[in-house]
C-alpha cells in the first residue's frame, strides 16, 4: 500500500507562490498517475492536475496557465508549483493515486489571503 503525505502549504497574500510536495513510500511510485486535488469547506473535492506515469499533465481550467505539476521519481514526489494564487485558490490541497479509490494524502491546507 502507498502511503502519501502533502506538506507546503500555508498562508500566502494574493497573487503570491507556494510549491506543495507529496512523498510518496514503496517502489511502485514511478508507474502512478498521480493528482492533486483540492476541497474548501462545503465544496466537492476537485481535482486540480494530473500527471502520468510518463510525465503528461493535465490541468483544470480554473488553474491552466497558473499552476504546474510535476514529479521526480528518484524522490517519489510529486510537486505541485502555484503561482498567480488568488482567494478562490483556498483549499485543502490532497495528493492521490490518480486511478485507484481511497488513495489519498492527508492534505495540506493552503490559504490565500486579499
Known amino acids: 500500500q502507498v502511503q502519501l503525505v502533502e506538506s507546503g502549504g500555508g498562508l500566502v497574500q494574493a497573487g503570491g507562490s507556494l510549491r506543495l510536495s507529496c512523498v510518496a513510500s514503496?517502489?511502485?511510485?514511478?508507474?502512478?498517475?498521480m493528482a492533486w486535488y483540492r476541497q474548501a469547506p462545503g465544496k466537492q473535492r476537485e481535482l486540480v492536475a494530473s500527471?502520468?506515469?510518463?510525465?503528461?499533465?493535465s490541468y483544470a481550467d480554473s488553474v491552466k496557465g497558473r499552476f504546474a505539476i510535476s514529479r521526480d521519481n528518484a524522490k517519489n514526489t510529486v510537486y505541485l508549483q502555484m503561482n498567480s494564487l488568488k482567494p478562490e485558490d483556498t483549499a485543502v490541497y490532497y495528493c492521490?493515486?490518480?486511478?485507484?479509490?481511497?488513495?489519498w494524502g492527508q492534505g495540506t491546507q493552503v490559504t490565500v489571503s486579499s
Open positions: 492521490k493515486i490518480l486511478f485507484q479509490t481511497n488513495a
Open positions: 514503496g517502489r511502485i511510485f514511478s508507474i502512478l498517475d
Open positions: 500527471i502520468s506515469s510518463g510525465g503528461s499533465t
